[in-house]
């Protein structure tokens, strides 16, 4: 029985070269910029400080800076202002302010640009130009200018900087924030590397003969033996790495093009929640009782995940297979890049074994745990939230594992 997540508009079925469309109801949009009651003015006036005084990229260009996230998370699972200034103090010790590029940026030169992460301030102060002058500040008016136009568009590279600029994207639609968006423009600026080709160049993709889900394609890559002298440790420049040599590439784009979104087995938006439901375990099942082992690395494709999950009813139709067929591309570089530990469904309790415990435990762990001021942390908790309420949890799935997560977490591997 077709459901309401797995309806496809008659239009895209009929009429010939329509785009693919995934159809999702849209997240609840959190207006804090016009909303006067204390706790989303507080959320207002620290997105804005962050925005005025801290880079998006800190620590030799490193690092990016997730205060945005983290204040946006822990605001939408109950923060009180108090604990929203004091995520702020804590969050901004690590940060820095914002540095000169070496030069400024316009119309005719800013591509030149891209991929170079000391244009940070230079691309906001670009984007911000363009709020200003070309779109009366109404943000979304820049995003689909400068993100989803050309014959090579920035969208096709947000899971550069493991995602960071499409997890920032996912927010500023969110939270309607045209702080929070030119900041992701930024990063989608900074962090744009090679990862576009494989969407923007048409010979990277080849049709599938059968068709597999997420989840089993995984467990195949994790017995697959092709990859197992390609890395000793775990690392993310083993990113690069791996789509540099001509012959590990080949190996992930096969395992890229096996999942088939498109299929007729089921619908786009059906093959959607399986990607969200593996991208669940990649983070979870991968860690065995007492190991406490979450990867960092991981939980990025969880979180990832969940941005695309917010940006499909937003984002024009043309770009919903490819922004998902981005998030598979991260999901098996980090998968590979962490050395394919093994994914076993039996590290997460049964829903007979919770004890209980409901969202509002795992809420409150996130608020009032040890790592409540630990972004990925918050986040995580977050996206498995969201994935429930996006397609249900009948048999408590989505929340076993937010429960096991919670309350095994020690910290990142």
């Known amino acids: 029985m077709a459901s309401f997540f797995s309806y496809i508009p008659l239009v895209n079925r009929l009429v010939r070269g329509a785009p693919t469309a995934i159809d999702l109801p849209p997240v609840e949009i959190h207006n804090v910029e016009a909303d006067p009651d204390k706790r989303p003015r507080t959320l207002k006036h620290l997105l804005k400080a962050n925005h005025v005084n801290h880079s998006i990229l800190y620590h030799n260009l490193e690092f990016d800076n997730h205060m945005a996230h983290i204040l946006c998370s822990s605001y939408l699972l109950g923060a009180e202002s108090q604990h929203l200034y004091h995520i702020f103090e804590v969050e901004a010790k690590t940060l820095e302010p914002w540095k000169d590029s070496p030069a400024e940026m316009g119309e005719e030169d800013w591509r030149d640009f891209l991929g170079d992460k000391r244009y940070q301030r230079a691309f906001v102060d670009f984007f911000e130009d363009a709020l200003a002058m070309k779109h009366a500040y109404k943000w979304k008016g820049v995003v689909e200018e400068y993100m989803f136009s050309g014959d090579e568009p920035l969208v096709n590279g ?7 600029p499409l997890i920032h994207l996912g927010y500023a639609y969110e939270f309607d924030s045209r702080e929070i968006a030119t900041e992701a423009l930024g990063l989608a600026s900074t ?3 090679y990862l576009h080709r494989y969407l923007d160049d048409p010979t990277y993709t080849v049709k599938p003969t059968t068709s597999s889900t997420p989840l089993d394609l995984l467990n ?13 440790t775990p690392a993310f420049s083993n990113i690069d790495a791996l789509f540099h040599s001509k012959e590990s590439e080949a190996l992930v784009l096969e395992y890229w093009n096996a999942w088939d979104i498109t299929s007729s087995a089921c619908s786009p938006a059906e093959q959607f ?4 439901e593996a991208a669940v375990q990649l983070l979870v099942a991968t860690v065995a009782p007492g190991t406490h082992s979450y990867n960092f690395f991981l939980v990025h494709v969880l979180t990832t995940s969940h941005a695309v999950r917010v940006l499909l009813p937003f984002i024009p139709a043309k770009f919903h297979v490819s922004i998902v067929r981005q998030w598979w591309l991260l999901a098996l570089a980090a998968y590979i890049a962490v050395l394919r530990p093994k994914i076993d469904v039996d590290y997460v309790p049964g829903e007979g074994e919770l004890k ?4 509002k435990y795992v809420e409150h762990k996130a608020l009032t745990g040890e790592w409540a001021t630990d972004a990925h942390y918050v986040k995580a908790i977050r996206a498995m939230r969201e994935a429930a309420r996006t397609w249900g949890d009948v048999h408590e799935k989505y929340l076993a594992a937010a429960v096991r997560f919670s309350d095994d977490f020690e910290g990142w591997f």
């Open 356 to 359: 209980g415990k409901g969202w």
């Open 220 to 232: 195949k890559l994790s017995n697959d033996t092709r990859f197992d002298s390609l890395f000793k």
């Open 191 to 193: 962090q744009y590397n």
């Open 158 to 164: 947000l899971v550069g900087g493991l995602g960071h």
């Open 273 to 276: 929640q399986l990607s969200q």
